[in-house]
């Protein structure tokens, strides 16, 4: 299951969410940002509402769970870089820091958690990182934009993976926590609250649908699956974004993108082929 949760999540952050946020584009980031987190707290308050007896309970409270401020903040960080990129027309940015974070939580895993890599998959991430370096290199200069959203996802991960809550009722706490500063801005921002265009309150509404589920999937993956492969499995989102960015947004694709997808997916295939062949030993009587 967290296979199919961790690619649940990734084609829709791939897929859905860009063009989602494409739509709102009459809108600031911060004011989508606001509104993001106010409607998603509202649709993963409803979900507990409905599951409350399958959930976790999370009580008691361990001083772990205090990390959730931490994460709340991350994903914030996050989000807004990541709409301000789509605003810009600048998903091909957006997609670099998607192929950078795999590499960042497979560094975390090793360093952090102590997860150790067999010969191919250190080989596999070695060639990934390469097809980054090339990218970089090539752009001839150091893309913050990229690297922050892969440095703050990558975290982001690892402190969900730590603290070990229930994925809905963790992002009902990062929602509750980040809620007053949102109201807040809202109360103050010159955009209303709720938009009288119904085509825009729709699109609004549904950002927290949009938001929330995908993240779910991506906290219920993180605890089911080693963070390495979480990681390289991530390289499916940022890929869709490329193909979006090219094919439906017409931006345009430099030598080094191309290249460096080649590697990367190389190694996603060394990487693949590896987790098959050891599965299939370790079901062998």
Known sequence: M????????YLSWGLVVPVHFR?????TPAYILAERILWSGLFVGALVLVWRARL????????????????????????LLYLQAVQAGHLLDASLGYYINPLVSVGLGRLVLGER?????????AIAASGVGVAVVWAGDLPLVSLSLAVTFALYGLIRKVVGVDPTLGLLAETLILAPFCAAWLWQ???????PAPRDLGLLLLTGVTT??????????????????????QY??????????????GEQVEPQRIV???????????YALDAFRTGRAARAP
């Open 23 to 27: 739509m709102l584009g009459q809108f």
């Open 260 to 270: 460096m997808l080649a590697l990367i997916w190389l190694a996603l295939g060394l």
């Open 117 to 125: 890599l067999r010969p191919i998959q250190l080989v596999a991430v």
């Open 189 to 195: 921002a010159p955009e209303p609250f709720l938009p």
């Open 236 to 249: 499916i989102a940022p890929t869709c974004l490329l193909v979006l960015s090219v094919l439906v947004f």
């Open 212 to 233: 929330a589920l995908p993240l779910i999937w991506f906290a219920a993956a993180a605890e089911r699956l080693r963070l390495a492969t979480l990681g390289l499995m």
């Open 2 to 9: 967290g296979f199919l949760y961790a690619l649940a999540a």
């Open 56 to 79: 976790r309970n999370p009580f008691p409270l361990r001083p772990r769970h205090a990390l959730l401020v931490a994460s709340a903040l991350l994903i914030a960080v996050n989000w």
